[in-house]
């Protein structure tokens, strides 16, 4: 078996306006590190992704994130707030949910149609 000595992984999203959906993950939270005019690098927490200047449907709404956060009804009333002011068509959000495999979680549709699961992970006693 080949050890690969990985030391971080990373995903690239797709945007159909990448503007747009730079400024929706900003608004989100997200820091843009570094970007040119095809592609963005964004720090959430610890991890990074990519975003990048392209589309295709089937792509971008077979696309998820799976970000664990503290409070997911929180993250629920924060974005729908932010939805509400109508600067990011195409983008919404579904109230929390409790789902079998142990986590409370809102989900969030970017503007190109990229699925966040915003998780909230039970307590363990």
Avoid at 6 to 13: K, Y
Avoid at 28 to 47: Q, T, V
Avoid at 102 to 120: I, S
Wanted: hydrophobic fraction near 45%.
């Amino acid at each position: 078996m080949i050890n690969l000595q990985a030391t971080d992984v990373r995903t690239f999203l797709p945007s159909q306006d990448f503007a747009l959906s730079q400024a929706f993950y900003a608004a989100l939270g997200c820091e843009r590190e570094w970007s040119d005019d095809n592609l963005a690098l964004f720090k959430l927490g610890p991890s990074r992704f990519y975003l990048q200047r392209g589309y295709a449907k089937e792509w971008a709404e077979n696309t998820m994130l799976h970000v664990s956060v503290q409070d997911a009804a929180a993250c629920f009333s924060a974005i729908r707030a932010l939805l509400d002011t109508g600067k990011y068509p195409g983008a919404r959000v579904a109230p929390p949910r409790a789902e079998p495999y142990g986590a409370r979680v809102t989900y969030v549709w970017d503007p190109a149609g990229v699925l966040l699961h915003l998780a909230q992970w039970d307590a363990k006693d």
